[in-house]
């Protein structure tokens, strides 16, 4: 009888074990100028900062982490550290620098990488005049027990002014772009497991994003994690709109406003494996002494469905 339910409960463990390395959990996070040597006008990332950015990471428990706004590779590898010390192991990376001098876009992955494409001369003529995309794009391809899939990380043209261009165009021409990758992938291959994720510095129902979702068969589909507080359910008033749970990413101060400027979006093909009901942002205290944005986190189950 011992025997029995030894192995009973071994099985039944296993089992959850099981279905629990299945999932894999992808996180974005804009770590507002991971900085640790000067360079331009931006403040280095502090002490207290740098540990409350180690803190919301692991409340993600990521598997995958795209990060935006990264200083140097060393600031990199500072923040690596930093999680391992923790106990959360990502020993793969890819930095990618572009045409921005100071902040970049890069991966820390439990997986290693079976390709990595750099786009970090990506550009577009606006006004008769040609421009790069400033942070490039960083795509990735990993594989996990047989389950391939592609991620694409992008950092949009931010809102404040510039010189060279209105910056709500440059968005808008980035956006362009990144959606011209986007487009090449599912060319290729419409059942293709591909996820699009990073700052967009923009509103769901703004033009760029509106370009990097697209239309039609190829339309990527918007996991839009939130705060898992007890909220559920649809929007009981308009069912056309998203649904009135709590899934800002970014504070503004200047303003005082709340929105949502990080994604996670994923093909057709890739979103069949979501796991809606383990993905979300973290809710920790203090988050705002590390960045001004918010993780946000999905689970995928590892198997084309």
Partial sequence: MKKLLFTLFFGLAFGALGQAQKAIRVASYNIENYILSPIQNRPLKTKLAQAKVVESILAAKPDVLALQEVGTATALAKLQRDLKAKGLNLPYVEHLRSFDPAIHVAYLSRYPFKKITKHDNE???LNGRRLHVGRGFAEVQISVRGYDFSLINA?????RRVPEADQAEMRLQEAYRLRRIVDARLKTDPDVNLVVLGDFNDYYNSKPVKAIV???NSRLIDSRPSERNGDSGPNLINKKWFPRD???THFYGVEDVYSRIDYIMLSPG???ELDRANS????IANWGH???HRPVVISVFAKDR
């Fill in 123 to 125: 550009s577009y003529l």
């Fill in 155 to 159: 950092h949009l043209k931010s809102k």
């Fill in 214 to 216: 697209g239309r039609g």
């Fill in 246 to 248: 709590v899934s800002w």
């Fill in 270 to 272: 890739m979103a069949r």
């Fill in 280 to 283: 979300g942002i973290p809710v």
């Fill in 290 to 292: 590390g960045s001004d």
